[in-house]
């Protein structure tokens, strides 16, 4: 039986599909039965957030991709999250599987602004005066110096990382805050987030950060 090859249940968060690839034949044989069981609830499913639950070694990341972008167009859902059934536990945030999130391979300089409904991963630097955006997360693999928005819609979960966090402006949800000035860097990655109801900087730990 079919049945049990794809598992549409719903929950507090939005919809939940549990995939199991090891029941079909490749990936284009699964993505025509899950877009097959979506479309006949299109109308309970436009606009919610859908988390795909599988294998993920059985999907590459431009397949990944794909999935989102034809979720995205056909089924109209606000957001797609991949959770790994093979690492429930322990899974750090990746920039991948977790929404729609644009990357940028260049240094945002001064008088630049990007905005994304998603998460904004910027290989390179923040110049002073630049502006980012975003719905969700905001990592930097560089220096951040400018403006930095995370949460734009609310989500008062999203975080900021960054090589070297020095902005001039921080906002995560709606609550703002500083960079305090004359103090010394630190030399190692760090992330903001909120807690109590204020923002709170504290160094990065790999095995912290469990999304």
Known sequence: ???DRIIIKGNREG?????NMDKFNDFEDMLEALLDKLSKGKRFYKGATLKITTSLKYINDKEAKRLKDILFEEILIKD???EDKEEKTNKVFSGIYEGRTKFIRKTVRGGQSINYPGNIVIIGDVNHGAEIYAAGNVIVLGSL??????GINGNDKAIIAAFSL?????QIADIITRS???IERPHYPEVAKIKDGAIIVE???PNKYIY
Request: with cysteine.
């Open 15 to 19: 919809i939940n599909a549990i995939i």
């Open 145 to 150: 110096k400018g403006q930095v928005h995370a």
């Open 180 to 182: 305090p000035e004359d």
């Open 166 to 170: 020095q902005p001039e402006i921080l």
């Open 1 to 3: 039986m079919n049945e």
């Open 203 to 205: 160094p990065y730990l």
């Open 80 to 82: 797609c999250i991949f």
